[in-house]
């Protein structure tokens, strides 16, 4: 059996291909355990069987969401995905293929692993939880960090908490955000984020906790 590197295509319309040319898979009865297909008749099958109009939700489609039968690939990814993730017997299903994936090739899913940590978490923090839950980028989140000269709002202390599952990393200032109208207030350290959240953001709470520690200390002095 030949390596994959080592697949040669000769397409009859297009002639010798190159290897970005090539979409190669494995196929068992294949005498060196490979197919290759032309891209450039793939693509052009696919114009050809979705026609001059395009999809009629997405309208115009560009040539990598064109399925192999001509179908829309957003509109099938957007069914598909519904299916996956309500379904619990598909859902079952596709967990138990990603382990066994997982295990047969562990390389491959660690550098997998890699990339979207190094695209989604740099800096010790989820851009991806502040990019869908708050509303904000990660440069928006970097400057509210400058602002806040890497302090909490309330305190004015630096966070100090440590992540849970990694000791050695300090946690990140957490984004505060207004429960009525999810609006982003400011960076606020974990203590001070959990104090008012205790509180219930009522400022009558906060005015009657200020008051009783106040009378208190007063009292006690």
């Not at 291909?17 to 068992?28: H, P, T, V």
């Not at 957007?78 to 994936?101: E, F, G, M, S, W």
Request: proline share 3%; charged share 35%.
């Amino acid at each position: 059996m030949i390596e994959k590197d080592e697949v040669v295509k000769i397409c009859d319309k297009h002639g010798f291909l190159a290897k970005e040319d090539m979409q190669i898979y494995r196929r068992k009865d294949s005498k060196s355990g490979y197919r290759a297909r032309c891209k450039k008749c793939i693509l052009e099958y696919r114009l050809k069987a979705l026609g001059k109009d395009g999809c009629k939700i997405h309208g115009f489609l560009k040539p990598g969401d064109i399925k192999s039968d001509g179908r829309c690939k957003l509109c099938h990814r957007t069914t598909a995905n519904t299916k996956r993730n309500t379904d619990p017997i598909t859902k079952a299903a596709r967990n138990a293929r990603v382990a066994q994936l997982r295990a047969e090739n562990p390389e491959k899913y660690r550098e997998l692993d890699k990339k979207y940590k190094e695209k989604w978490m740099p800096k010790g923090y989820r851009i991806r939880e502040v990019l869908q839950l708050r509303g904000i980028d990660a440069e928006q989140y970097e400057k509210l960090v400058k602002d806040h000269d890497g302090k909490c709002a309330i305190c004015g202390m630096p966070e100090t908490r440590r992540n849970p599952k990694n000791p050695s990393e300090i946690c990140r200032l957490v984004i505060d955000h207004s429960h009525e109208t999810n609006m982003v207030r400011g960076l606020l350290c974990h203590g001070c984020n959990v104090g008012i959240g205790h509180l219930k953001d009522n400022l009558q709470l906060i005015l009657n906790a200020y008051h009783y520690i106040d009378y208190w200390d007063q009292k006690l002095a």
